[in-house]
Structures are given as structure tokens and as C-alpha cells.
T-cell receptor, first 114, second 111 residues
Framework: NAGVMQNPRHLVRRRGQEARLRCSPMKGHSHVYWYRQLPEEGLKFMVYLQKENIIDESGMPKERFSAEFPKEGPSILRIQQVVRGDSAAYFC????????????FGPGTRLLVL | KQEVTQIPAALSVPEGENLVLNCSFTDSAIYNLQWFRQDPGKGLTSLLLIQSSQREQTSGRLNASLDKSSGRSTLYIAASQPGDSATYLCAVPYNNNDMRFGAGTRLTVKP
């Protein structure tokens, strides 16, 4: 049973470009969480999704950021018109049901905006 | 609002020492607390999960304790090894949807 997979592992973008980060949850997991880790800071919750539904996006910036978890395929975190402040590690986690059990984390995508 | 604090922010010890990492949280109404390990440039590895009804969990040389009433947890590492060098994060569930993380303790174990 493969763990949570994220790709790409590293992503370099210039200011104004779009960044797409992908997350494939563990098999059998229908709950996906995205977190952001800024340099020298802890992880901060961004968004919680179930298949085809955004459950809680209270941690996600209102502009330029969006997330989806379609019926088929991975969850996508999309950042439009990236700025240097978006440079961070973005982690995805999955769980088989709502919080109460451990979340399993992917290796992260490190985004660098030049 | 739940806030998680970890002290110290960084710790350097010689190999073989026993050490304690501290985690505190402001809202004691939690139903579990989790300790993770993060290696530089890598993801998170879950070390121990303590349910609110438990007072401690052990895994090998690691022992985590939980005192909900005082809003504290400790991670005890026995006989530290250079391979234990990493950042250790504690996290508690919040609002049923996300986890709140501390900023971590960066541990260096010198050979």
C-alpha cells in the first residue's frame, strides 16, 4: 500500500506563473488535507477536501489559491500568479475518515518562486 | 483558539544523553495529540499518537506523555543517537478539520 504521493517534489516558477501541486492519497482514503510550511515556521492548515467537495478552506488565502479533489484522479492545489511569498513547502495528508485518526503525510512539494 | 507552542526551539546534545522535548497547547479539549519527526527537506513521519484517554505512549526509545488538564505533552528520547537529529513537531486536532502544529524543536545529536 503506497503512501501519500505528491508531485512534483520540487517546482520552480517565475512571478506571475501558475503552480499546480498534485496529491494522491493513500488507497482507501477519501479525506485530503493541504498544509503549507513557510521557511522556519510550522505547518499551517490550508484546506480540507473530500471527494468532489471542499469541506473547509478557512486556512487558504482568498485570492489566487484554489483546491479540488475530483471523483477520479489526484487532489490539486493550484496557485495562480505566484509571488515570492508563495515559496514554501506544501504538504498533503490523507486519512480514511474525518479527524480522529492519524493523518498520513506526503513528502511535500517545495515551491520556489523566482 | 488553539495555539501550540514547543520549547526549546533548538537543542544540541552529545550522543547517549536522554532528553525531553516540550509541547503545550492552549485548548485542553483535544481528543488526541501526535508527535512527528521531520528530516531536512523531507516530509513528516508520525512517531506517536496519544488519545485523550491515555497518559502516555511508548515506541522503542521514545515515550510521549499527555497531561490534558495542564495542556502539556512531553516527548522523551532515551539514549539519543546521531540518527535522531531532526525537527520534532507536535500537533493537535482543531475544529475537526485540521491539525495545529507547533513550530518544532530542532534536535542535533552530536557523535
Amino acid at each position: 500500500n503506497a503512501g501519500v504521493m505528491q508531485n512534483p517534489r520540487h517546482l520552480v516558477r517565475r512571478r506571475g506563473q501558475e503552480a499546480r501541486l498534485r496529491c494522491s492519497p493513500m488507497k482507501g482514503h477519501s479525506h485530503v488535507y493541504w498544509y503549507r510550511q513557510l521557511p522556519e515556521e510550522g505547518l499551517k492548515f490550508m484546506v480540507y477536501l473530500q471527494k468532489e467537495n471542499i469541506i473547509d478552506e478557512s486556512g487558504m488565502p482568498k485570492e489566487r489559491f484554489s483546491a479540488e479533489f475530483p471523483k477520479e484522479g489526484p487532489s490539486i492545489l493550484r496557485i495562480q500568479q505566484v509571488v515570492r511569498g508563495d515559496s514554501a513547502a506544501y504538504f498533503c495528508a490523507s486519512s480514511p475518515r474525518q479527524l480522529g485518526e492519524t493523518q498520513y503525510f506526503g513528502p511535500g512539494t517545495r515551491l520556489l518562486v523566482l | 483558539k488553539q495555539e501550540v507552542t514547543q520549547i526549546p526551539a533548538a537543542l544540541s546534545v552529545p550522543e547517549g544523553e536522554n532528553l525531553v522535548l516540550n509541547c503545550s497547547f492552549t485548548d485542553s479539549a483535544i481528543y488526541n495529540l501526535q508527535w512527528f519527526r521531520q528530516d531536512p527537506g523531507k516530509g513528516l513521519t508520525s512517531l506517536l499518537l496519544i488519545q485523550s484517554s491515555q497518559r502516555e505512549q511508548t515506541s522503542g526509545r521514545l515515550n510521549a506523555s499527555l497531561d490534558k488538564s495542564s495542556g502539556r505533552s512531553t516527548l522523551y528520547i532515551a539514549a539519543s543517537q546521531p540518527g535522531d537529529s531532526a525537527t520534532y513537531l507536535c500537533a493537535v486536532p482543531y475544529n475537526n478539520n485540521d491539525m495545529r502544529f507547533g513550530a518544532g524543536t530542532r534536535l542535533t545529536v552530536k557523535p
